[in-house]
């Protein structure tokens, strides 16, 4: 059984993003019991992660760490037409996922109590981001 | 064909633990002769990596990589309520994998000569880590 | 339904190579029209990475960030019997993917418009490269 699903999210600059419960209603959507649930995210600039869910200081250190990694308008970068932060979101996105793979089990995403699924937007502009959820299993 | 199965795993501190046997086995198990094997972990401070499986201090030069890389009790790090060793746990399992995908060829596991799949656990205390493999082929 | 095949890539050194459509012709070939095309690398000295494909210096940039962030020879690596270039190979491999999972849609890989399908050779020497890939779907 293959259940495929297209999802559009708005960002507003820099972040993660919880899109957990969108992902688990496809999942539903889906009547897959058994399985595996593909999130696909289809930009170079914008990734996905498992992370903390309960603490946000989480997140913030997350993204105090890549600053600190791959530093905006650093130097080294050649490729600037897009401004400071393009390079940076290129290769924070290499360095996380644009693909997340998840078991699905009794009918539903089956995450650790402290995972949540976040799209994580490395641009500091608004975009509209393409996700495509694919559920196969039986 | 679908099979999932549940592993779990003590840790004993920091460090890479070699479960290749243990993802063998339930590909075994499941019959299916081709196809894929996902291997996830459910949690957010130990990971899943391929790795080197011959020469051991390929992993000791990567955790000693990482130590440099993300240094327990950095001060960039606000979330300190499990220690020193916690949000750096976060970032390295991010860095890393959560989830493992790996081809199904004549009923096994179709891993290069060098390929071993480990288990990181990136806390230094003790640790139950729950790991579910989910297979899927003909 | 489920289709595998095996592909081999020659790499003339440490660098990006473009192997976008040799992945499409395998799904075309499979006839999955929905479902997902697992692609997976033999190795862990060489990776593999969904990057830009318009403009060559993202990947120029990508490899001057790895080198600052990875160098080759470091002293902090006692795995050295292969060359300096021996160590940072494994590291970069584990920073980024042994295995890519795409969506396809329509009989075609479901890729953004930007996102090339990259095999990214770490050693500086030749080397024969070997990578399964995999489409389920029906």
């Not at 360095?95 to 009918?107: D, V």
């Amino acid at each position: 059984m293959v259940h495929q699903q297209q999802l559009r999210f708005s960002t507003d600059g820099r972040g993660t993003y919880n899109i957990t419960q969108q992902i688990s209603d496809v999942i539903s959507k889906s009547g897959v019991m058994t399985g595996i649930c593909q999130v696909f995210i289809h930009h170079t600039s914008a990734s996905l992660i498992l992370c903390e869910n309960a603490d946000p200081t989480v997140r913030t250190d997350l993204d105090a760490f890549m600053k600190r990694l791959v530093p905006d308008g650093d130097s080294l970068f050649k490729h600037q037409d897009e401004g400071p932060d393009d390079m940076p979101a290129h290769i924070r996105t290499i360095l996380t996922e644009s693909s997340l793979s998840i078991p699905i089990n009794k009918g539903k995403e089956n995450l650790g109590i402290w995972q949540g699924i976040f799209l994580w937007e490395h641009r500091t502009s608004t975009y509209k981001r393409n996700v495509t959820v694919t559920v196969i299993g039986e």
